[in-house]
């Protein structure tokens, strides 16, 4: 069993910066591929961001990309979302995600059904 605990979300004003980070326990974070998805009031969770075991392989969403970026940091067992030029829209609750694969990322990783272990969520609020 892996545990993922999301923290850093909050209220912020448009443009400005929130980073996210994701702090994992249980087994051994270096074997598995990270991601960040997103849930909007009302609508479906969509992927975000994702990144491979080694760090060395990283995708992202469209409407994120050029904006935010993941990170993670085996040793600490840790991953981060760093969001800038924040926008309404990325008002959301984010969940941390993660998969056993040591491979670089593909297409099917931005699949949420791909992922067995997730977080609680943090809220992100971005005010116009």
């Known amino acids: 069993q892996v545990q993922l605990v999301e923290s850093g979300g909050g209220l912020v004003q448009a443009g400005g910066s929130l980073r996210l980070s994701c702090a994992a326990s249980?087994?051994?974070?270096?074997?598995?591929?990270m991601a960040w998805f997103r849930q909007a009031p009302g609508k479906e969770r969509e992927f975000v961001a994702a990144?491979?075991?080694?760090?060395?392989?990283?995708y992202y969403a469209d409407s994120v990309k050029g904006r935010f970026t993941i990170s993670r940091d085996n040793a600490k067992e840790t991953n981060w979302l760093q969001m800038n030029s924040l926008k309404p829209e990325d008002t959301a609750v984010y969940y941390c995600a993660a998969k056993y694969y040591m491979g670089n990322i593909r297409v099917r990783d931005t699949l949420e059904n791909e992922y067995g272990y997730w977080g609680q969520g943090t809220q992100v609020t971005v005010s116009s």
């Open positions: 990144i491979s075991w080694s760090g060395g392989s990283t």
């Open positions: 249980g087994r051994t974070f270096s074997s598995y591929t």
